[in-house]
Each structure stands twice: as structure tokens, then as C-alpha cells.
């Protein structure tokens, strides 16, 4: 069995969360001689698999070696917004001047109180994803413990067989770390454990500039440490149009976070004073001691210790699980959802990927993960939201487009509200209003993003959006100005000489 798993710091909140997602008093139910479906992994893809299934009448097992709710609910997305939450607060005190608001005396952050707030409500969330709900509430049988399937309808959990009719793989991915010489001896922090931090580190080096990496660097500087971002690329956020980018850079470097781009790291020690990580920039050697090292460069699958040989599913340990469009593994009874198997590695994807998963195993659906429109957002501020092809995208695949931008310097709200750093663009099918990606960078670019998926899901042009009424003010006009923008492309030289001519017979 599974070793009982600790949240630290040891507080009443994170005994609450356990309580819940990993009771230590909980009994595992005698199997059913069959179950319609065993989901292996409760995070989101697994979870949703679980209560969809169980919902529709299926006879359901659900196994979890560690936390119930996965990254998410534990290390991910939960903790980190309730942790971006304070450092937005904080920014906004300090920034207060420029609207006229005085602070007196010195505005200053009680970390410890901060990481309690998160982790209470984190607590609080946890029973959503708990075993007792799950059991007791949905009606399926849940196993904590070790699952490894034994043949290709057999899963062990504990020493005890689930016999399945189908099965889904969710077993998620982990943070890993690049092979730095002394990295694992000095010590370094990921998103699995920077959120049992009761002390803020003073100096903070980040290694990678992707949306880990962006978003806590950003937090911790403005929660007080001073930050040393690195990347190995150009620029942060490398996925993104590099306007995005500098946009981003621009900000980090005001709000006080030293920006190294194109750096090689050669090793890292600890000393007395803390963690000295040695590395090269721009043909310079630099020396850095910190505090604390933060890790936000890649994941890497959970394949390990899960029997997929013996099932006769085919993996690789750096991609995960191998799946078809209707997300099928090499053994037609099993399926896979989540991070284990999907490039894109986000909650909303491991949902929208479990609803495919419960269609094509329970009913011989034939729904496709292809047909996903994906959007995605990095949660620092200003937020980056993106879905569909990027400039360089749609230039790699020679799809011919036209790109339509607006600065939220346009935008009357964004100029009352102090924010007007960022932009909507879209890249638009050339000659048509279809919308093949967009971008949104905002302060709630997440909150904005949505109506440009819902297009592109929809199949709706920018047209549409164009018609569609917009209350004034409010930031999310911007998308109804690249449908204005797009509308005054149609107003070709030859149709502005037959409303003119149309317009002065009217007057006759």
C-alpha cells in the first residue's frame, strides 16, 4: 500500500485537506466481480471520468495512490491563483499613488498569513474532489492505494483485482527538472512543493520563462524577493508572438525582476549562505546566491510503476501514454485523459478530454480530440490568454491569414482602470471572417478569451461578434473593435464608390 501522504506545513487546514482527498481511516470496498469502467488517477481527466460514468449508471472503481484532486486541487492551479490573489493585492496598494489614493506608513506582507489564506480555502475546495463525496455521494467505489494492471481487463490495487470492461489511464504528469550538475544536492523548489513555504525567500532565482515560471516569479517579487528569472530561449513565454512577450518582459523588468534570456546554467552549490547557481549570460560568467531555486521548466508523464506492459499499452516516458483521436490506447479496452497522454497540459483540457473518454468507452462514441478548440491562459498580470494558431503558427503551416490587432490603449475602461498594456488580436482565414487563434493580454484576459473559443467552437465568424451588443465600459470591448476592424476591411475602394454614388442620389 501506498505510504500515507503529508501536506506541510502541518496545520489544520492541510489536515483538513487530507481528511479528505487521502483519509488516513479510509477502508477500500470489496471489488465488484466486474466494474464498467476502472479510472486509474483522481485528478481532473480522472474525477470527471468517475462522476460522468458513475452519473449515467456505470459501475465505477477509482484508484489514487497520492491526493485525490491531483495538481490542481493540491499544487496547481488552486494554490497558485490563491497565492497570485495576495501578490495582486499587495501590487495594488503600492500602486495607488497614480489614482490619487495615499497610503500612510508602509505597506508591507505577512507571507505566513498569506500561504494560511490559500490553504484554507484550498481546504475548503477539497471536498468537492474527497473520497467520502465520491463514495458515499456518487455512488463509486474508491480504492487508495498502489494500482498496477495485471493483464489487459485486470487492475491490482493493494493486492486486490478490479476486473474492468474498460478502463482510463489518468494518471496526470509530475514537475521535472533539467540535468544541472549539483541541482539535486543543493536543493530546489517546484510547483509540488513552493506551496509549503511558511517563510518568504529573501533572494529567488526562477530556471525557465514559460507560464510556471512567469507566474511565480511574478508572485514572489511582489511579495518581496527579489527575483532572478532565467531562461535558456530569447524571451519569456517562447509559445507566444514575441510582441506578447516583450510586453511581459517590459512589465517584469518594472516591477524589479533581473531578466536573463539565451542563459546556460553550469552547476549549482549549496554553501553556508544559501544556494549558489553559477551560469553564463551574453558570453558573461555570473555567480548568484539565493535563497531558494524554483524549477517551472517541463513535466514529465506518470508512466512508472502502473503495469502498462503487462496491458498492453503502449507509452514513452517522456510523451506518456500513446492514444488515438477517440484518446484509445493500444488495448481498445483502455483510454486515457489528462496529462498523460495531451500536450496540453491544463485542467480544462483533462475535462473536456474525460467527456471523450466517457462517450467512446461506454457507449463505442466516436468523438475526437481533435475537434477540442483549446484556449489557455497565463495567469500573471497582465494576463496572457491564447486559443487556436499563433502568428508563427499559421506562417509554419503556410495557412494564409489576416491578423487584426487592438491595444487596450483604444478601450476606454482599460484607460480609466490604469490598464492599458495589453492587446486582442486575431488571425483571421484570408478573405473570411473565421477565426483561426487569438490572443488576449489583459489584466482578466482568462475571463475574455472564452467569447473567441465560443466562435471558433461555434464555427461563428468575427462578424458575429461585431452584431453582438458589448456593455460600455468595460474592457472586453476590444473584441468588438477587431470586429469593427475587420468590418472596415470589407470597405473596399470599389464598394466606397457605390455607397457614395448610392448616398448622393439619396440626396437629390
Known sequence: MSAQPLVRPENQSN???????HPPDWVNPEPAPRYNLVVVGAGTAGLVCAAGAAGLGARVALVERHLMGGDCLNVGCVPSKGLIRASRAIHDIRDGERFGIEISGDSRVD????MERMQRIRADISAH?????????????????????????TLSVNGKPLRFKRAAICTG???AAPPIDGLDEAGYLTNETVFSLTILPSRLVVIGAGPIGCELAQTFARLGSKVSLIQR???????EDEDVSSLLQERFAAEGIDLYFQTRINKVTGTESGKTIFFEHQGEKIEQTVDEILVGVGRAPNVEGLGLEAAGVDYDPREGVRVNDRLQTTNPAIFAAGDICS????THTADAQARIVIANALFHGRQKNSSLVIPWCTYTDPEVAHVGMTGAEADDRREEVNTLTVSLAEVDRARLDGETAGLARVHLKKGSDRILGATVVARHAGE????LTLAMTAGTGLSSIGKTIHPYPTQAEVIKKLADAYNRTRLTPFIKKVFDFWLKWQRR
Open 15 to 21: 489536515r483538513e485537506l487530507v481528511g479528505n482527498v
Open 111 to 114: 507571507f505566513s498569513r498569506a
Open 129 to 153: 474532489d474527497s473520497a467520502a463525496r465520491f463514495s458515499r455521494e456518487l455512488g463509486v467505489d474508491v480504492f487508495l492505494g498502489d494500482g498496477r494492471f495485471t493483464g489487459r481487463d
Open 173 to 175: 504528469a509530475r514537475a
Open 233 to 239: 530561449s530569447g524571451r519569456v513565454l517562447p509559445k
Open 343 to 346: 500536450s496540453y497540459k491544463f
Open 448 to 451: 475574455m478569451i472564452s467569447e
